[in-house]
């Protein structure tokens, strides 16, 4: 086991930046996951400290060991490296049964026979798969692939275990699954662990931190709740899942409340940490769960803010309904579980757990 | 995980000299070495005074002098590009109605029908000569019938037409094939557009289908041109005689046959051959980007609702079915007949001259025995060790990080440029200058090296496409988990790769065992394969033993080409 430090990574392909300056220092034992929409650079990422490809510019130490570091030409081989990677794909190898794809490793390390076997039985048990050594990798589900692919990696004890999209080839239902089976995995291994996903929900539930990336560079790097709740910019609240977006002007600056006014003159206050400019432009965001239909006589309070809005659509998911409103020129969406009769609405709005971030998109509250 | 061990992280790894290293630069230097082997000695050959193996030779220019006031030249070189043009024309006519015909109708039997119409793609336009002579030839069966009923027939083998109908017809698989994958053919959304506007049939066909596989036609198009120029079987058998010669003929009766070769001349042929097909290939890739634009791949096109044929149905069958026969299936089943005959005309009841002579002969003879003992081995072993080294070439080109793999790509794929003439003279040059391997220049191991150096090219065709179906993920799971390069190779990539060595080492068997061309300079008493036997014994008229040594080839590559689809579900070509 060992730490990781990243530091100023770049790679390019031809002229498009794929890993623009990326640094992340991952301590002993820690879990980080790389989260960010499809080709914002996470595999690519985790390829440079595999080894897979060779990058451009910057330095992986992992455990005091330099895999690379473009300053000096230094650069090792994947094969010198004793990563782990189990990829997006399993990568099972087609012609070798179970048992054979999670000894490979071993006898490349000279292991000896018995003990091979030993460890190939107890890795297999571990990752629930004993009773399929024999099989070959056509014969299993994707689930159990995705297993004998983690049991190929841990047989060897990597000194970090990288793991791309390990959960994204499954069905919905089976990933809920293999999802809380990993989160339990990883608190009994403790191994210094990269994972690669796009569902933040993945993210959120297994990270000890997560770097949200976008467009090769760090959007965001933090704990599950600072990400979740503390969003560095709109992109950062928009894919943690935070739907709403409002543009708005600041009315009456102060500490602690602002009072804001929205595209159609309406005010809301909200609270703020820092001091806002008079008249600046700012976008504030609610998750959908954060706002609700105003019961009948409620009104602007020390705890919210009561607002009109029309109702443009409405839609029923099961149980609920998605209503889609239009709020001043911003588009929201809400849940709610009976549907709002006619065409306005009063929507109540919280006045903690808005996020209000500056025109430039950097988080001003 | 609780019992922990010594062996964490990177295997043990001892002091680390990359073992790929030695052995990617190894197979590079080799297919170098191969490539450069013919071609060096003919370009320098060409600029001597005398033979390149004499010392007191020196440099010159006096041979291009010679070659250009040659007497004939002018006339050889008139005939090479107009049998090279009319074989294209009639090759591109016939493989491109019989693509749309086979590919595109509602034909009867329209699948049995194309896989015959391939038949000429798996034999040596050598063999299809034979049968054609032993049907249309001045003797030939179906000749002597139409006399006895018409008089004289009204064509001639022995002609440049006669010529380009049979090195056409021998061709025509190739732009069929090409044809067959070209957007025209599948993509059917372009032309039910079309239909769904009201065009009939053929204007349909005429006007979108037709249109959509100019791409394909054209490179098929240039790619049987520059076969046409490298052409020696068909000239040789009915150019020679009427007198016609063409560039190969011209370069085989100044070298290989002649008591006195003019080397310097040869070599100078030889040079310029090589400038013209050089540039050819260089067009093909051009067309074939051009192509692979207008190719639609994967399984995504469904396969297009067929034209109808309407009343023209059944007598397009029959004209598909008469071209099949006469062109292919007779002339083929005609020389096995006569294998097993001494003597074939309509006038003459069958079994009167049913005999088994021909084959005691051949096997009474040890030259012949030997021609087709030597095949085997050159064919089995040799294209063994040329599997090998293309798997390597393969491995290295496409799935390494060698830094010279891209010019080891590129030079692997030349000798798609030379041609099996100028291959034959070049080698036997090459193996004349070098001292100390005269050992070799008379066995068969010289045929096998000149072999391989030719027909890298196709079997890197056979491999690569399979090679890169292969995720790359695989290979690179096992260098993360800490095999190098050379393990990943052996443990990894040879086994998956297996099928596409199989099917490299079928096309490089059948081809072997079919080439002449090369053979022709090169062979020495001793070493002869079944296609050199098989032009010396036609130059001594035994047609008798020559329609045997035929039909031993022909049943051996039919024989290889069901054993491959059946077993192993090779495709062979497409
Ligand atoms: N081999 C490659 N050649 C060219 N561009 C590449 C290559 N691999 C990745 N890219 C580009 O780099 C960017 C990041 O890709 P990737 O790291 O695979 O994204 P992610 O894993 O986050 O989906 C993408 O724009 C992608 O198109
Ligand atoms: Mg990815």
């Known amino acids: ?365 | 995980m609780s019992t922990t061990t010594s062996e964490t992280g990177a295997p043990a790894a001892p002091a680390r000299f990359p073992r790929e290293t030695p052995i990617q630069y190894a197979t590079t230097l080799l297919v170098v070495v191969l490539v450069a082997a013919p071609l060096l000695p003919v370009l320098y050959q060409s600029l001597l005074d005398g033979a390149l193996y004499d010392h007191d030779a020196r440099l010159t220019l006096g041979n291009f002098v010679r070659l250009a006031q040659n007497e004939g030249f002018p006339r050889i070189l008139w005939n090479t590009f107009l049998l090279a043009g009319l074989t294209t024309v009639v090759a591109q006519l016939f493989g491109t109605l019989a693509a749309i015909l086979f590919g595109r109708t509602d034909l009867p039997g329209a699948r049995v029908l194309g896989e015959l119409f391939l038949w000429p793609l798996y034999l040596s336009a050598l063999v299809l000569s034979f049968g054609w002579y032993t049907i249309y030839g001045p003797a030939g069966y179906v000749t002597l019938f139409w006399q006895s009923l018409f008089g004289d027939a009204p064509w001639n083998l022995y002609s440049l037409g006669g010529m380009a109908v049979i090195a056409g017809v021998s061709q025509a698989p190739l732009a069929y094939l090409y044809c067959l994958s070209s957007a025209g053919m599948t993509d059917p959304t372009l032309e039910e557009a079309a239909r769904v506007s009201g065009a009939g049939t053929f204007r349909t066909l005429w006007r979108v289908t037709l249109p959509l596989m100019m791409p394909a036609i054209a490179y098929s198009a240039v790619l049987n041109f520059t076969i046409g120029l490298e052409l020696l079987s068909v000239p040789l058998i009915f150019g020679e005689p009427a007198g016609i010669n063409v560039l190969t003929t011209f370069l085989f009766n100044i070298s290989a046959t002649s008591p006195r070769p003019d080397h310097g001349l040869a070599a100078t042929a030889a040079a310029l051959m090589l400038i013209v097909i050089c540039f050819l290939v260089w067009l093909q890739g051009r067309l074939l980007g051009n192509t692979r634009r207008f190719v639609t791949l994967g399984g995504k096109a469904t396969r297009p609702r067929p034209f109808r044929l309407g009343g023209l149905r059944w007598p397009l069958f029959a004209a598909a079915l008469v071209y099949v026969v006469m062109t292919g299936v007779a002339p083929i089943a005609m020389l096995i007949l006569r294998a097993f005959t001494s003597f074939l005309s309509p006038m003459i009841p069958l079994a009167d001259v049913l005999t088994l002579d021909n084959f005691a002969a051949l096997l009474n003879e040890p030259v012949y025995a030997r021609a087709v003992t030597n095949s085997f081995l050159v064919s089995l072993v040799g294209a063994a060790l040329a599997t090998a080294l293309i798997g390597m070439v393969a491995l290295i080109v496409h799935r390494s990080e060698f830094r010279f793999r891209g010019p080891l790509h590129y030079v692997a794929l030349f000798p798609r440029a030379v041609p099996g003439v100028v291959a034959g003279i070049g080698f036997f040059y090459a193996f004349a200058l070098i001292p100390g391997i005269g050992g070799i220049r008379n066995s068969i191991w010289i045929l096998v090296i000149a072999f391989t150096m030719r027909f890298i090219p196709a079997g890197l065709g056979a491999v690569a496409p399979m090679l890169l179906q292969v995720s790359p993920d695989l290979d690179r799971a096992a260098r993360v988990q800490g095999a190098d390069w050379w393990t990943t190779t052996r443990r990894i990539m040879m086994p998956l790769m297996r099928p596409a060595l199989v099917a490299c080492y079928t096309i490089l068997f059948i081809s072997f065992f079919k080439e002449y061309s090369t053979a022709i300079f090169l062979f020495a008493p001793g070493s002869e394969v079944i296609g050199t036997a098989l032009l010396q014994t036609w130059v001594q008229g035994e047609v008798g033993v020559v329609a045997g040594l035929a039909a031993i080839q022909v049943a051996v590559i039919a024989v290889c080409i069901t054993t491959a689809r059946a077993i192993f579900g090779v495709k062979l070509h497409g």
């Open chain 1, 1 to 365: 086991m060992a730490d990781l430090l990243i530091e100023g990574l770049v790679k390019r392909f031809g002229d498009v930046r794929a890993v623009d300056n990326v640094s992340i220092h991952v301590a002993d034992g820690e879990f980080v996951t790389l989260l960010g929409p499809s080709g914002c650079g996470k595999s690519t990422t985790l390829a440079a400290v595999a080894g897979l490809d060779r990058p451009d510019e910057g330095r992986i130490i992992v455990g005091g060991k330099t895999y690379f570091d473009g300053a000096r030409g230094t650069y090792l081989p994947p094969e010198a490296r004793g990563c782990g990677l189990v990829f997006q794909s399993y990568a099972l190898w087609p012609h070798m049964t179970v048992f054979d794809n999670v000894v490979f490793p071993l006898t490349l390390r000279k292991v000896n026979a018995a003990e091979r076997k030993r460890r190939v039985a107890e890795v297999l048990a571990l990752v629930e798969m004993e009773r399929f050594a024999d099989r070959y990798p056509h014969m299993l589900s994707g689930g159990q692939q995705q297993r004998v692919a983690l049991a190929r990696t841990l047989v060897y004890q990597p000194a970090i275990l990288l793991l791309d999209e390990p959960l994204s080839n499954l069905d919905a239902k089976l990933r809920d699954r293999a999802r809380v089976w990993l989160a339990e995995l990883r608190t009994r291994l403790g191994l210094t662990t990269i994972y690669v996903t796009h569902d933040q929900i993945e993210a959120l539930s297994l990270s000890d931190r997560i770097v949200v990336m976008n467009g090769g560079r760090i959007a965001q790097l933090g704990t599950p709740q600072d990400i979740y709740e503390r969003p560095a910019d709109p992109f950062v609240a928009d894919f943690i899942g935070t739907t709403n977006f409002l543009p708005a002007k600041v009315a009456e600056p102060g500490v602690g409340t602002a009072l804001l006014e929205l595209g159609n003159g309406q005010r809301i206050e909200v609270a703020a940490e820092r001091a806002q400019t008079q008249g600046a432009r700012v976008t504030i965001a609610f998750r959908p769960e954060q706002m609700r239909v105003a019961t009948a006589g409620e009104v602007t309070n020390g705890e919210g803010s009561v607002v009109d809005a029309r109702v443009l659509t409405r839609s029923y998911v099961g149980g609920r309904w998605q209503v889609g409103l239009d709020l001043g020129g911003g588009p929201l969406r809400l849940e709610t579980e009976t549907p709002p009769a006619g065409d306005a609405v009063r929507l109540w709005l919280p006045r903690h757990g808005g996020i209000v971030f500056r025109e430039s998109g950097h988080v001003a509250a």
